[in-house]
């Protein structure tokens, strides 16, 4: 088992420009979460899903961003155009967790896309 | 609102020596607490939640919802026990997990 996947694992780029953030969670797992982690901070929940529904996209920045999980499993998160205060690491993560089948608590994590923007 | 609060950025303890993480934590209801833990060049993990009232790698914690604490204990550190600790809070029905800033251990030799 390879765990929650998430690539790129690195990315640079200029601002205004775009990028995109993938994420493939443990076989199973019905949800799944983008997190920011910025540096010397904990991370902060950008938007939860549960199967394919977006429960809790409260913190997301709409504006610029946006994530969508079809058919349930694998996510993107894109950013556009991207900002400087962008630079950080974008934590996927999933687990069995959820309204309908109550909750342990334990989150399975990417490694983390970090996206540094110039 | 969740909020949870290690207010330790660094500690740093010799081998052999106890330690404690501290964490306090701000919910109205009942809150269900978790310690993660990150060692380098790992990901995130789950290092113990409160409902289990288990010892994972000796470390031990309990939930004291008096002074709204969840301070993470280990009686003898090891050198591998350096790592960044996060205290997080899942409040309720809401699923939510709120993470602390965390806390850098480094275990002396």
């Known amino acids: 088992e390879a765990g929650v996947v998430q690539s790129p694992r690195y990315k640079i780029i200029e601002k205004k420009q775009p990028v995109a953030f993938w994420c493939n969670p443990i076989?199973?797992?019905?949800?799944l979460y983008w997190y920011l982690q910025n540096l010397g901070q904990g991370p902060e929940l950008l938007i939860r899903?549960?199967?394919?529904?977006?429960?809790?996209d409260s913190q997301l920045p709409k504006d610029r961003f946006s994530a969508e999980r079809l058919k349930g499993v694998d996510s993107t998160l894109k950013i556009q155009p991207a900002e400087l205060g962008d630079s950080a690491v974008y934590l996927c993560?999933?687990?069995?967790?959820?309204?309908?089948?109550?909750?342990?608590?334990?989150?399975?994590f990417g490694e983390g896309s970090r996206l540094t923007v110039l | 609102a969740q909020r949870v609060t290690q207010p330790e950025k660094l500690l740093s303890v010799f081998k052999g020596a106890p330690v404690e993480l501290k964490c306090n934590y701000s919910?109205?209801?009942?809150?269900?607490l978790f310690w993660y833990v990150q060692y380098s060049r790992q990901r995130l993990q789950l290092l113990l939640r409160?409902?289990s009232r288990e010892s994972i790698k000796g470390f031990t914690a309990d939930l004291n919802k008096g002074e709204t604490s969840f301070h993470l204990k280990k009686p003898f550190a090891q050198e591998e026990d350096s790592a960044m600790y996060y205290c997080?809070?899942?409040?309720?029905?809401?699923?939510?997990?709120?993470f602390g800033k965390g806390t850098l251990l480094t275990v002396n030799p």
């Open positions: 919910y109205s209801g009942s809150p269900e």
């Open positions: 993560a999933s687990s069995l967790y959820g309204r309908t089948g109550g909750h342990s608590g334990e989150l399975f």
């Open positions: 409160h409902i």
């Open positions: 076989s199973g797992h019905n949800t």
């Open positions: 899903y549960e199967n394919e529904e977006a429960v809790d």
């Open positions: 997080a809070l899942s409040g309720g029905s809401n699923y939510k997990l709120t």
